[in-house]
């Protein structure tokens, strides 16, 4: 695509230029960094302009320049604006859903199926929406920015069966990247219509998909029947130190540490429960044995990396063991000294750590069976969040 497009090779050079910075500070290099990205700025801003990029199918190069850019701004916390503002690679990725809404190929047809996206199109899709998507579950509860429909383009696989193919851009299927928002946006609801009967069975029905989600890729086209079939597969494959060696299992375990993810995602913030109840205890069980088996350098150790599963883990855990997991991830993965968004991330999790255990308490009162009846315990903590620390960027 660089060779197609100046802001899309401009913008891949100011982000190469940053890490070549890290192991050769020199000024001139720092200077040609800037000189590209305000070139890939610039020509961005032109693109945007052009009436041929907002057409059905369109917009390829502006959404990956734009990706580009973003993640320039992840891995540079130097460059962030200050947690009061949207962080630049939120309201990035939030005009290239915009972009992608507009050019979306999925309008001209009948039938979902008859829509056969380009590879680039699906990466777009997935690297965009991941920032937007997983910026959700920390942020306070809108109904307009966390509208499913915003993403329905992850969909657009052609067959129900390459919606649940395993993409290298996240480490899961674009169906479920879209799951997290539907999840953000139910919420929204029952807490704007408590009344309503309809949105729980709603509730039970995403949880009935996500429990029997089954993911596949090209390495192992057959899924595991179950997370517990997925783990002894991998324990028959794993070196002296308990961790997999070869890339069918890490795909596997990354992706199944996804699903679990959406499920306790679902338990806590949709179904309102606490995070001592069972249902939430066993499925971390579950995310802590899938990241136990995963390496956290080296060359498996990926972009596919569940950095936000695992932040989920250390957030709500109630078990030593759980947490110890996830910390021994953070802190491995933070050895390894490359720039990345797990460091501020990691900090960010320790101080929200010291104070929910003191004001988010789980109460060992009976649970009301109706959902809007019982305690909104996500929201209060996501208050607090956003408030001290600002919209987190955990990808």
């Given amino acids: 695509?660089?060779?197609?497009?100046?802001?899309?090779?401009?913008?891949?050079?100011?982000?190469?230029?940053?890490?070549?910075?890290?192991?050769?500070?020199?000024?001139?290099?720092?200077?040609?960094?800037?000189?590209?990205?305000?070139?890939?700025?610039?020509?961005?801003?032109?693109?945007?302009?052009?009436?041929?990029?907002?057409?059905?199918?369109?917009?390829?190069?502006?959404?990956?320049?734009?990706?580009?850019?973003?993640?320039?701004?992840?891995?540079?916390?130097?460059?962030?604006?200050?947690?009061?503002?949207?962080?630049?690679?939120?309201?990035?990725?939030?005009?290239?859903?915009?972009?992608?809404?507009?050019?979306?190929?999925?309008?001209?047809?009948?039938?979902?199926?008859?829509?056969?996206?380009?590879?680039?199109?699906?990466?777009?899709?997935?690297?965009?929406?991941?920032?937007?998507?997983?910026?959700?579950?920390?942020?306070?509860?809108?109904?307009?920015?966390?509208?499913?429909?915003?993403?329905?383009?992850?969909?657009?696989?052609?067959?129900?069966?390459?919606?649940?193919?395993?993409?290298?851009?996240?480490?899961?299927?674009?169906?479920?990247?879209?799951?997290?928002?539907?999840?953000?946006?139910?919420?929204?609801?029952?807490?704007?219509?408590?009344?309503?009967?309809?949105?729980?069975?709603?509730a039970d029905a995403v949880a009935e998909e996500l429990n029997e989600f089954r993911q596949w890729s090209e390495l192992n086209r057959e899924s595991h029947s179950s997370v517990e079939a997925l783990l002894s597969n991998c324990d028959l494959q794993l070196n002296p130190q308990g961790i997999v060696t070869n890339k069918a299992s890490m795909t596997d375990l990354t992706a199944e540490a996804w699903r679990l993810a959406a499920m306790i995602y679902l338990h806590c913030r949709l179904s309102r429960l606490p995070r001592s109840h069972p249902d939430v205890v066993k499925q971390m069980s579950y995310l802590a044995a899938c990241i136990r088996r995963m390496p956290t350098s080296g060359p498996l150790f990926t972009a596919q990396a569940p950095f936000f599963p695992v932040f989920l883990l250390g957030l709500l855990a109630v078990h030593p063991d759980h947490k110890l997991c996830a910390e021994g991830w953070f802190q491995s993965v933070i050895q390894t000294s490359c720039r990345s968004s797990v460091p501020p991330a990691y900090e960010a999790l320790q101080r929200i750590r010291h104070w929910m255990k003191d004001e988010i308490l789980d109460d060992d009162v009976e649970i009301p069976e109706n959902i809007p009846l019982r305690s909104p315990w996500w929201e209060k903590m996501v208050a607090r969040v956003t408030e001290e620390e600002g919209i987190l960027c955990l990808i």
């Fill in 1 to 202: 695509m660089a060779p197609r497009s100046q802001a899309v090779l401009h913008a891949m050079l100011a982000l190469a230029g940053t890490y070549v910075l890290d192991y050769l500070p020199d000024e001139r290099v720092r200077q040609r960094s800037n000189a590209h990205y305000n070139a890939a700025v610039g020509l961005l801003t032109k693109d945007l302009r052009e009436e041929a990029e907002q057409r059905p199918g369109g917009g390829e190069s502006i959404v990956a320049a734009i990706a580009l850019l973003n993640m320039l701004d992840v891995v540079s916390p130097e460059r962030r604006r200050s947690k009061k503002e949207v962080p630049r690679w939120l309201e990035g990725a939030q005009v290239a859903c915009k972009v992608l809404d507009v050019t979306d190929p999925g309008h001209r047809y009948w039938h979902i199926n008859n829509v056969q996206p380009s590879d680039a199109r699906v990466a777009n899709t997935v690297i965009t929406s991941r920032a937007v998507v997983l910026a959700l579950p920390m942020t306070r509860l809108n109904k307009a920015s966390s509208d499913s429909t915003h993403f329905q383009w992850l969909l657009l696989q052609s067959t129900e069966e390459n919606s649940r193919k395993i993409h290298g851009a996240c480490g899961c299927a674009p169906r479920l990247l879209h799951r997290f928002a539907l999840i953000t946006h139910l919420a929204a609801l029952i807490e704007e219509e408590p009344e309503s009967i309809v949105l729980p069975v709603g």
